[in-house]
């Protein structure tokens, strides 16, 4: 008996959160898993508050695209196409759905290829793609490979500066008196045995 | 093998103010505590000088590289289509992200170079005749793990050098067969190369290396560091010299790195070949150059099947001229293969 209703608390505490979740946030399913820069893609929003605006946003490691403004249904739900970026790096990115205070409301991943990449990959999986007729859109650009290397900003700012003076002061210091201490350190007798 | 105790005089007397008595005392107390007494073992006096630290330091500049490394991995994306803009975004945006991993950089330069300067010293010393064997192959270990976590370290960037690295890595399992499998992208279908070879570099390799360093301090604890008999002191004292002198040199690090923060390449193109490897495999490369793409097998081959045989090959009172002359040859080869691949023509190897 005890057992059962231990068990019953179990499976109810494991089930909670993932029936909160649920309802706390609504849901995004992208036309594809995968869409080349410069298509449209469909995104289909769910379980989303009803008749509220939402920004969609494309966000990426080093960039961010605002893909537009979509209201949701009397049951909370919307269906939109957008156009990613011609400018969006391919990478791995987040499809965002915005509520009007910023909060995210749901999410989608989701990854762009170069335009170029995208048709092969098209090609590779015959076409077997959500959107394959926009990635086949795209336009076939070609990247060259080069040894040079990237001119990246890299700039410490006043605190990183500190932070890396502090670093290196305090090893100097702790070392110079690890040195000094070894130096004045007294002489050791030994005993063999 | 001799037993040595070590007895000491009170170095405590006349310290100074009460302040720092007090701190002695915590530190005392610490020491019990951590049972650092058991560091106060004897050792030969000489051990104290700087050439007989190259194995402490490569273990500072292994420990620099964790807790960078550490960093750096939270900002890192082992998916293929999002690595290099992750190591961009180190670089230019995450707090401090360019310096940590400049300092990564050159830790792992350091270190490179003190392993290999440690490994010509212990060979100098003849640190690997008996009983000595096991320690010595357990470093010829830790330097292919050294090797391997460069070799990992180079892909993850993601960048051109890093995609010629894995096509190159690809290109050997092919010819390794059944031996090169693991590298082989065939080989777990359901997760990119990429992000396998961030595993072994974050976690299977580090691992290995941290149960291969256990082993190789536990044999010179146990088996003595080789140095000439020259009076004798006691090793706390060595460590405490060791971070001295480690300390002052990530004091150095940490400036160099501020100041020259390591290339990025542009994002990897895939079937070209315009870049020269990470330096420490511009010797491969040379020989690449030379004999085509077995190159990368046959020399790291060569030179490890060597390494492994010294203990076997040199088992008298004194080193063989011979063996001598052919680890200095083998050493030259090395060292003129490396400098050569600087200069040498940028050649396309794959497909070839």
């Known amino acids: 008996m005890r057992l059962s209703v231990l068990l019953l608390l179990a499976t109810g505490l494991a089930v909670r959160p993932a029936a909160a979740f649920t309802h706390e946030k609504g849901v995004i399913r992208l036309g594809a898993e995968e869409v080349a820069a410069g298509t449209e893609l469909e995104v289909r929003g769910e379980k989303l508050p009803k008749r509220t605006e939402f920004t969609l946003v494309l966000r990426g490691a080093l960039e961010t695209h605002t893909l537009g403004k979509v209201t949701t249904d009397t049951l909370g739900a919307f269906v939109a196409r957008v156009l990613v970026p011609a400018a969006a790096q391919p990478g791995a990115y987040v499809v965002r759905a915005l509520a009007p205070d910023g909060d995210e409301s749901a999410r989608a991943e989701l990854r762009v290829l170069a335009a170029a990449a995208a048709v092969a990959a098209t090609e590779d999986h015959g076409g077997a793609h959500g959107h394959g007729e926009g990635a086949e859109a795209g336009h076939a650009t070609s990247v060259e490979a080069t040894a040079e290397p990237l001119d990246l900003p890299v700039r410490h700012g006043p605190l990183g500066w500190a932070v890396i003076l502090g670093v290196s002061a305090g090893c100097l210091v702790s070392g110079l008196a690890l040195l000094r201490q070894a130096r004045g350190a007294p002489e050791h007798a030994t005993r063999t045995g | ?352």
């Open chain 2, 1 to 352: 093998m001799e037993r040595t105790e070590v007895v000491e005089p009170d170095g405590r007397a006349g310290t100074g103010t009460a302040g720092a008595e007090r701190i002695l005392d915590r530190a005392g107390w610490a020491a019990t505590r951590l049972a650092l007494g058991a560091l106060r073992y004897s050792i030969p006096a000489s051990a104290n000088r700087l050439p007989y630290m190259l194995g402490g330091f490569t273990f500072l500049g292994l420990v620099v590289l964790a807790l960078t490394g550490v960093w750096l991995d939270q900002l890192y994306n082992p998916d293929p289509l999002a690595a290099h803009a992750s190591v961009v975004y180190t670089v230019t945006r995450a707090p401090l992200g360019a310096w940590v991993r400049a300092l990564h950089y050159w830790a792992a330069c350091v270190v490179l170079v003190s392993v290999v300067l440690h490994l010509v010293h212990v060979f100098w010393r003849r640190s690997y005749v008996a009983p000595r064997e096991v320690t010595w192959w357990s470093g010829v270990l830790l330097l292919v793990l050294v090797g391997a976590l460069t070799f990992t370290g180079t892909v993850l960037r993601a960048d051109q050098e890093g995609g010629e690295a894995l096509a190159h890595a690809v290109a050997a399992a092919e010819l390794l067969g059944p031996l090169g499998a693991l590298l082989s992208p065939d080989f777990s279908p359901s997760t990119s190369l990429l992000a396998r070879i961030h595993n072994a570099h974050v976690s299977l390799l580090p691992l290995l290396l941290g149960g291969t360093i256990a082993l190789h301090f536990w044999l010179i604890r146990h088996l003595g560091i080789n140095a000439p008999a020259s009076g004798r002191a006691v090793f706390a004292e060595h460590v405490r010299r060791l971070l001295g002198y480690g300390l002052i040199g990530v004091a150095g690090l940490c400036l160099v790195a501020a100041l020259l923060p390591p290339a990025l390449g542009h994002r990897a193109v895939e079937g070209v070949e315009v870049t020269k490897p990470f330096w420490p495999f511009l010797w491969i490369y040379t020989l690449e150059n030379t004999i085509g793409l077995w190159g990368m097998i046959v020399g790291p081959a060569v030179l490890l099947g060597f390494l492994i045989a010294v203990p076997l090959l040199d088992r008298g009172a004194e080193r063989p001229a011979w063996l001598t002359a052919l680890a200095a040859a083998l050493l030259v080869a090395l060292l003129g293969a490396l400098a050569y691949g600087f200069v040498a023509p940028q050649m396309q190897h794959i497909g070839m």
